[in-house]
């Protein structure tokens, strides 16, 4: 370093700057050494602006050993320098230095084009990349000014020295393994990292590309990195990242809970340190809320992640509570606009005062950003959203988040929305199938049954399978199985009229098949169109639609005779296991589905033995994805046959015996143990077709009821039988037979071979004849004919009434 001759005279202007040669920067201290005057040039060689250099000493702007320059973000730099005294009025006024870094010279106006040597210097040492040259051990050669300012080290801090060893960091280790690896490759490799470097306030997103530096002969000698910041670029395609996630994650399901963590789990930790959803109370219940614009809100934690995050300020998921005022959400639910509040702005103090648990809880926590949206779709207000920054490594909230959050809360309301009217539709579905579907186990005469009912996705709970019981005339039961296509309310409601329409069928006695063919006529041409004022066809609201897709299975069984007649439509066929343990499918002709019209059906009538099983079921039972329906009905067969105390249990035990995880069908099943009425409860006569023959079957009836007990129950069932029998002489053929059924009540039957039914009718005062079925459906609880295969059978139905002998006998 140089000193020149002093310099006596006036010193320079009192302004901080002055300009001497272009290329030289100049700064002037007072005798003590303290700079007074500071150069553009110094400014730009020592990175100092004047305010912060005035009044700090020259020694500051040489390195420890006096070598080399310092600059501001602690590198060395080469330069020439010279030092001078000054004099004024014969007394030291300071000194005057100025300095003129190597290849100033060259950029002089004048001078020549600068060499190749100068021009690779420059561009090492401005390019705006972080440039940086390690050996081949990952030790430090060079750094250009931007890694310097980066790293925080001084070259010759670094010089032949790991990063790692003067900056403990994980990401450091990991970014000397990459140097390594590409010196011992030598192939160049590119990598992204996520991390903070020291000479930042936080953490950044980076480009690393390394490559080998190479002899002539091809021996890499050194590895070079650069080192791109793209956190902006970053952060853009991570906005755009949780959009495009959004459409494909949030929604997934149709629970309110599930999709409002859904939202949460979105978010955090990638977007906020902390997310929580708040949902008004009658959304929970499908319903919309209302609320006072101007009160306090009392919301529900939908979800919240993490779930465990200031106990005392947050609540729990599924518990409610009040929310002041001034707080964040409830300005967002009455105001209905997206916020942003940093915890310094006067809304939150007053929040603060308002609410001092949760307050000490957040300041605790080091929160310091907070975003609420109000969660709004189709113009009602059903919550509010809220996004919590207190990790002090991430910078607050702005305006971009904001409108991330809006976008991703916009779209996470809709889904909301769809949950909460699936929840009411759910509800008013669950509503209808309970009503519909038998209630636990239906004792009757005929059969003892049992019953479940698994839909296919039990968040829906509700679907188009059904089963009943439906007792019919003379102790016979009808058994039901169905399947409507699809679940929800439609389904549902499909299933409640076809349901209906099944049972107003079954009560005026048809066969199984006449009654598929009726329900199939009422499938395919579901209601006379009526005209509007428009000439539109409206079609009645009670009509089934005419595009479902159903089937059915329908089975009387008469436990007198001990036979189970049956058809169905579309329907598996059920199975049959007998007391001895057999199982089998019973073969039972395979009518069409219902709906397609004009196909016959056809009518299995089979013996059934007292004591066994019959089981109908839905196809959802033994059909699923990836196995083979007669491997699955085996299944069925050997689940039927274990033994178990109880029909109850042994529905249970057919459900986990065919449980399949990849179900997608709800699942009715009926089980149904077959009893036969004996000789003690069953009379039967065969009649002639002789009017004499009506007094001799009134005394064989009377004698039966004696030995039933039901002797107070004669002249009524006596003057019963006289009419029926004579009808049946008078106006069908033979054979005529008389039956009677002691059950729950006592049953009168009367069959003959011919299909022409009787009709009740009011006779006139003038008329001899004409009151005998009057006199029956006065004198009985109810009455009614049926059709068989071989002709007709009228029968009456009276309530039980024993003698008093016989009552104080039991």
């Known amino acids: 370093m140089a000193h020149s001759h002093a310099w006596s005279g006036p010193l320079p202007p009192g302004s901080a700057r002055f300009h001497a040669d272009a290329a030289a920067a100049i700064a002037v201290s007072d005798p003590s050494g303290r700079i007074i005057l500071w150069s553009s040039a110094a400014q730009a060689l020592w990175g100092y602006a004047p305010e912060e250099v005035i009044g700090k000493s020259l020694t500051g702007l040489f390195t420890t050993d006096g070598a080399a320059l310092l600059h501001r973000d602690g590198r060395s730099v080469e330069a020439r320098v010279r030092v001078s005294p000054l004099v004024a009025s014969e007394r030291p006024g300071g000194f005057l230095l100025t300095a003129e870094p190597q290849g100033a010279a060259e950029a002089r106006p004048g001078a020549q084009q600068p060499g190749d040597e100068a021009l690779m210097r420059w561009v090492f040492e401005q390019h705006p990349a972080h440039l940086g040259i390690f050996d081949c051990e990952a030790r430090g050669l060079k750094q250009n000014r931007t890694m310097a300012r980066a790293t925080g080290l001084r070259e010759e801090e670094l010089r032949d020295r790991r990063v790692s060893d003067l900056i403990p960091d994980a990401s450091l280790i990991e970014n000397e393994r990459w140097i390594r690896r590409v010196a011992a490759t030598g192939d160049p490799a590119q990598r992204e990292a996520f991390l903070k470097v020291p000479g930042e306030p936080k953490a950044h997103a980076w480009t690393v590309d390394y490559f080998p530096l190479k002899d002539p002969i091809g021996r890499v000698r050194a590895v070079g990195m650069t080192a791109y910041d793209y956190s902006q670029q970053y952060e853009s395609r991570e906005r755009l990242a949780l959009l495009g996630e959004a459409r494909t994650r949030i929604g997934a399901s149709l629970e309110l809970e599930g999709t409002a963590d859904e939202l949460a789990e979105l978010l955090v930790p990638r977007f906020a340190d902390v997310a929580s959803v708040d949902l008004f109370e009658a959304v929970f219940g499908g319903e919309l809320p209302t609320f006072v614009a101007s009160g306090p809100v009392l919301l529900r934690r939908a979800a919240q992640r993490p779930e465990f995050f200031a106990a005392g300020a947050c609540p729990a998921t599924g518990e409610t509570r009040w929310h002041p005022p001034s707080s964040p959400v409830s300005r967002c639910v009455a105001t209905g606009r997206a916020e942003l509040y940093d915890f310094t702005d006067p809304q939150m103090t007053r929040w603060f005062a308002d609410d001092p648990t949760t307050a000490a809880e957040l300041r605790a926590s080091g929160a310091h950003s907070l975003i609420t949206v109000p969660i709004r779709a189709r113009g009602t207000t059903l919550g509010a959203a809220a996004f919590l920054r207190h990790s002090a490594s991430r910078e607050s909230f702005t305006a971009v ?45 005929g059969a003892e049954t049992a019953a479940r009912y698994l839909p296919a996705d039990r968040a829906t709970e509700a679907g188009g399978d059904w089963f009943d019981v439906i007792p019919l005339p003379c102790t016979r039961v009808g058994l039901v199985v169905g399947d409507v296509v699809g679940h929800g309310i439609g389904a549902s409601v499909t299933m409640g009229r076809l349901r209906t329409a099944v049972r107003t069928l079954a009560d005026i006695d048809l066969q199984p098949d006449e009654l598929l063919t009726h329900l199939d006529d009422m499938v395919t041409h579901p209601a006379e169109e009526t005209g509007d004022e428009s000439g539109a066809g409206v079609v009645g609201y009670d009509a089934i639609p005419g595009d479902i897709g159903a089937s059915c299975l329908y089975a009387v069984y008469d436990p007198v005779s001990g036979t189970c007649t049956l058809a169905r439509a579309g329907h598996p066929p059920p199975v049959l296991v007998r007391p001895d343990g057999t199982a089998q499918v019973v073969d039972v002709p395979a009518g069409p589905p219902l709906g397609l019209g004009s196909l016959p059906f056809e009518a299995a009538e089979l013996t059934i033995p007292e004591g066994s099983l019959l089981v109908l079921f839905t196809d959802g039972l033994v059909e699923t994805r990836g196995h083979d329906i007669d491997e699955r009905i085996d299944e069925l067969r050997e689940a039927l046959t274990r033994s178990a105390p109880s029909l109850e249990e042994l529905c249970d035990t057919v459900l986990e015996s065919l449980h399949s995880e990849t179900r997608t069908d709800d699942i009715a099943l009926l089980v149904a143990r077959t009893r036969v009425l004996g000789k003690e409860h069953v009379a039967e006569w065969d009649v002639p077709a002789d009017p004499a023959a009506v007094a001799e079957t009134r005394k064989q009836v009377d004698e039966r009821l004696t030995a039933w007990g039901l002797e107070e129950a004669a002249f009524t069932t006596e003057l019963v039988v006289s009419e029926l029998v004579t009808n049946a002489i008078r106006y069908g053929t033979e054979p005529i037979r008389l039956r009677l059924i002691k059950e729950r009540s006592l049953i009168c039957e009367v069959s003959d071979s011919s299909s ?34 071989v002709g007709k059978a009228i029968w009456a139905e009276q309530a039980l009434v024993r003698s008093s002998r016989t009552a104080s006998s039991f």
């Open 401 to 445: 988040d904001l409108t991330v959050a809006e976008d991703l809360v916009a779209r996470a309301a809709i889904c909301l929305d769809n949950a909460r009217r699936f929840t009411r539709e759910r509800g008013i579905a669950l509503l209808l199938q309970s009503t519909l579907l038998p209630r636990g186990p239906i004792m009757h005469p």
């Open 756 to 789: 022409t039914a009787p009709h009740l009718r009011r006779a006139r005062d003038s008329d001899e004849g004409g009151r005998g079925l009057f006199l029956v459906a006065e004198l009985t609880q109810r009455w009614g004919t049926r059709y068989t295969s």
